[in-house]
């Protein structure tokens, strides 16, 4: 139920941003559009990846590769959204991310199944914050 929740919300986010955008576009250009587009797109990926990687973590005790393979999805979508923007707050944002993302590795190489995941969560949360303002 929650993760209908966050798909919800993360589509309400997804549309107001492309209004956003477009309005963006009609006084800035077609390029704000795409990299606003780029940046929403993305972290709506990332998003998902976020809740792949909670349910993985959750189910770590039959699958432990399942939370690598979230962690590896939410770092390739990092790497796209760090190329194609020059925001300083998504680029913030991006690098909190990382760090995040780099912590429950390391957690899961030392033998933690259960990593707190709450760094991520709320680092993806405020890249979608600055992809939509």
Do not use: Y
């Amino acid at each position: 139920m929650a993760a209908s929740r966050r798909r919800a919300r993360l589509t309400a986010v997804a549309a107001a941003v492309a209004t956003a955008a477009l309005t963006a576009g009609l006084t800035t250009g077609c390029d704000a559009v795409g990299k606003a587009m780029d940046c929403v797109q993305t972290a709506d990926s990332i998003a998902d990846s976020v809740t792949d990687l909670q349910q993985a973590v959750e189910n770590a005790a039959n699958d432990p590769t399942q939370a690598d393979a979230s962690l590896d999805a939410i770092q390739k979508n990092l790497d796209r959204i760090g190329d194609k923007t020059d925001d300083a707050d998504v680029n913030k944002a991006v690098d909190d991310l990382n760090k995040a993302v780099a912590n429950v590795r390391t957690s899961l190489k030392n033998g933690d199944n259960t990593p707190d995941v709450s760094p991520v969560t709320d680092a993806a949360g405020e890249l979608t914050k600055v992809c939509t303002s």
